[in-house]
C-alpha cells in the first residue's frame, strides 16, 4: 500500500536535504510569508475586539451617568499589592482587587506597576490600553471576567 505524503503547510513541506539550497530558501520564505499573515489576522481580530469592547465602555458611560453611578479616584497597585500610588485619574474599577479600570473619558487601563518609592512621592501617570473582551484571559481560574460582566457589575454597585 502507497504511504501517503502530508498536504500543503503540513512537515511533508519542508525541503529535502539533498534538494539544495534554493528549495530551502524558497520554503524559508513561504513560512515568513504564512507567519506574517497569521500575525496580521491576529492583529485585524484584536482591532475587532478592542472596537466591540470601546462600544461597550461607550454605552457604560451613559448608563452610569444616567443611574448616577459617581466616577471614583482611581489608583495604581503595586504588583505584590503592598504599595497603593495616587493617579489624576476618576472613573471605575471592573475588579474587585482594584487591578483594572476605565476613567470617565471611556479609556482602559490595568492600574498596577512595580514598587518604587518615586511613585509615592510623584504618583502615578497610567498609560490607556486597548480594551479586551475578557478581562484577565489566560490568568489562573476565576481571574478573567467578561468586559460586560463587569460592566454590569459596576452599574450594580457590586465593584
Keep these: 500500500m502507497p504511504?501517503?505524503?502530508?498536504?500543503?503547510?503540513?512537515?511533508?513541506?519542508?525541503?529535502?536535504?539533498?534538494?539544495?539550497?534554493?528549495?530551502?530558501?524558497?520554503?524559508?520564505?513561504?513560512?515568513?510569508?504564512?507567519?506574517?499573515?497569521?500575525?496580521?489576522?491576529?492583529?485585524?481580530?484584536?482591532?475587532?475586539?478592542?472596537?466591540?469592547?470601546?462600544?461597550?465602555?461607550?454605552?457604560?458611560?451613559?448608563?452610569?451617568?444616567?443611574?448616577?453611578?459617581d466616577p471614583v479616584p482611581l489608583h495604581v497597585r503595586s504588583y505584590d499589592g503592598g504599595a497603593r500610588y495616587r493617579t489624576p485619574l476618576t472613573g471605575w474599577y471592573l475588579r474587585r482587587d482594584e487591578t483594572v479600570g476605565i476613567d470617565s473619558s471611556g479609556e482602559f487601563y490595568v492600574l498596577t506597576t512595580p514598587s518604587s518609592l518615586v511613585a509615592r512621592i510623584r504618583g502615578v501617570q497610567p498609560t490607556p490600553q486597548d480594551p479586551p473582551l475578557v478581562i484577565g484571559?489566560?490568568?489562573?481560574?476565576?481571574?478573567s471576567i467578561d468586559l460586560p460582566d463587569a460592566l454590569a457589575r459596576v452599574l450594580a454597585g457590586e465593584v
Design 3 to 69: 504511504v501517503q505524503q502530508p498536504g500543503p503547510g503540513g512537515p511533508g513541506d519542508r525541503p529535502a536535504p539533498g534538494d539544495g539550497p534554493d528549495a530551502a530558501a524558497l520554503w524559508r520564505a513561504q513560512r515568513r510569508e504564512a507567519a506574517g499573515a497569521h500575525a496580521e489576522a491576529l492583529a485585524a481580530r484584536q482591532r475587532a475586539e478592542s472596537a466591540r469592547a470601546r462600544a461597550m465602555i461607550e454605552q457604560f458611560l451613559v448608563d452610569a451617568r444616567a443611574r448616577g453611578v
Design 137 to 143: 484571559a489566560g490568568g489562573k481560574d476565576g481571574e
